[in-house]
């Protein structure tokens, strides 16, 4: 049987990194629900990423949010987490011979982004032992990337959430959205639950969740991205080993607590759903890996996929809907929704709020209108 609804000023649809950080945000001035449909938050992307902090990944919009980001990560509110949430990582872009002029191409178009340099592949080899000796005849290092702690920024943000009085329904899918003269009726299978403003933050459904607010899809896509570890090889130490990402991006390797993260960098489109990965992609991944890396994958400890959703133009899709009043979108976050977390949520808690984009957030060079949803050409 259904109970009965209580009232919110606005409803979270999706407990994930974008979900919990914007409810954190609004529940300092407003009373927030955050709407979960399993029972564990962040089982989608957010718990299958590869914790990476880049500053010169992802398209301009992304940077800018990137480097908006940063002071929080370094300095969060007192008592958001005991463990630091960014720790030196490094990030080597490797080029075998063949691949110099992508290399030169990379090289030009993020020197102007942040501090990287190139080096020859005897540097290279020096900095990551583990490559094949011969392989990579160039490579360029970002020093600054990081790991991020995305369970204690994940459960930094919940926690705040609660304290500041918000509440979390977990085991709620939304299965219904309607509005009437006194807001949104928001719907789970045995609640519901009223409130002023509904935020889609709902990963890789956010097109469907907007479906049953009567708002046309935006054309988010789902990109499934494989992941898996394997143990490192005997008598070796990765603690202090840089992520080795393809210059073309096919592959990466990261050392991650003692094991190393493989990825295949696949970005296959799929429909939302609880992503597997697909054996052709892990058989692809360890051979990319093994004709790498002086390394032979015996065992694969454990194997996942997960889905990184893209607008059409790759920019995330944040602000009010122009055709359904009070429903605010948070998605499309991409390959980098763990990294821009900390700014995307004080923008989106901002611009929900009927204010405008916080200054230092603007002083990074984010554009409301570049992230708008009346940006992207709707379908009927
Ligand atoms: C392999 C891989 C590597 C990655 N590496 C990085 C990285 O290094 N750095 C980085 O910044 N980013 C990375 N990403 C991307 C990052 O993980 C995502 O951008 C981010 O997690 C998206 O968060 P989200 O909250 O939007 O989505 P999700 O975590 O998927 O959360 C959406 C939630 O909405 C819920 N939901 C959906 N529909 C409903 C409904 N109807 N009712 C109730 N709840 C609903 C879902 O259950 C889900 O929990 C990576 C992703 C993958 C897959």
Redesign the pocket.
Same mark, same amino acid.
């Given at each position: 049987m259904e109970e009965a609804a209580g009232r919110y000023d606005v409803a979270v =649809?999706?407990?994930?990194?974008? !979900? &919990?950080s914007v409810a954190c945000e609004l529940a300092r001035e407003a009373s927030v629900v955050l709407? $979960?449909?399993?029972s564990q938050?962040? @089982?989608?992307?957010?718990?299958?990423?590869?914790?990476?902090?880049s500053a010169i990944y992802g398209p301009a919009q992304i940077r800018a949010l990137s480097r908006a980001s940063l002071p929080y990560f370094r300095n969060p509110p007192a008592g958001f987490t005991a463990t630091p949430l960014l720790s030196p990582r490094g990030v080597l872009m490797v080029a075998r011979q063949d691949q110099l002029a992508p290399l030169e191409a990379m090289r030009r178009e993020v020197f102007a982004r942040g501090s990287v340099e190139v080096m020859d592949g005897a540097a290279t080899q020096r900095m990551m032992p583990l490559l094949r000796e011969g392989y990579a005849a160039a490579a360029i290092f970002e020093e600054d990337a990081s790991d991020?702690d995305v369970h204690a920024l994940h459960q930094g943000y919940l926690r705040a959430f609660r304290a500041a009085g918000g509440k979390l329904a977990l085991d !709620? $899918? =939304? =299965?219904g959205l309607d509005r009437s003269a006194e807001g949104w009726r928001v719907s789970?299978r045995h609640r519901s639950f009223r409130a002023g403003i509904v935020v889609n &933050? /709902?990963? /890789?459904?956010a097109d469907?969740?907007a479906g049953l607010a009567g708002a046309g899809p935006v054309g988010l896509t789902p990109r499934r991205?494989? &992941?898996l570890t394997v143990a490192v090889p005997e008598g070796t130490n990765p603690a202090h080993w840089p992520m080795v990402v393809d210059i073309e991006e096919k592959f990466y390797l990261k050392p991650e607590s003692g094991r190393l993260l493989l990825?295949p960098a696949d970005e296959t489109p799929s429909p939302p759903c609880d992503a597997r990965p697909d054996e052709m992609d892990v058989a692809v991944c360890v051979d990319r890996i093994e004709t790498a890396f002086d390394l032979t994958v015996r065992t694969i400890e454990n194997r996942w &996929?997960?889905?990184?959703?893209f607008a059409p133009d790759g920019n995330p899709v944040v602000g009010f809907d122009p055709a359904a009043a009070g429903f605010f979108w948070l998605?499309g #976050?991409? !390959? @980098?929704?763990? #990294?821009?977390a900390p700014a995307m949520a004080r923008l989106a808690a901002a611009l929900a709020l009927g204010r405008g984009v916080p200054a230092d957030i603007a002083d990074e060079g984010v554009d409301a209108g570049a992230l708008a949803p009346a940006r992207l050409e709707r379908a009927a």
């Open positions: =649809v999706g407990a994930g990194i974008a !979900g &919990a709407i $979960e449909r399993e938050p962040g @089982y989608h992307t957010t718990g299958r990423s590869a914790a990476l902090f991020i !709620g $899918e =939304v =299965v789970t &933050a /709902a990963g /890789a459904w469907e969740l991205r494989t &992941a990825s &996929a997960g889905l990184r959703t998605a #976050q991409g !390959g @980098y929704g763990i #990294q821009t």
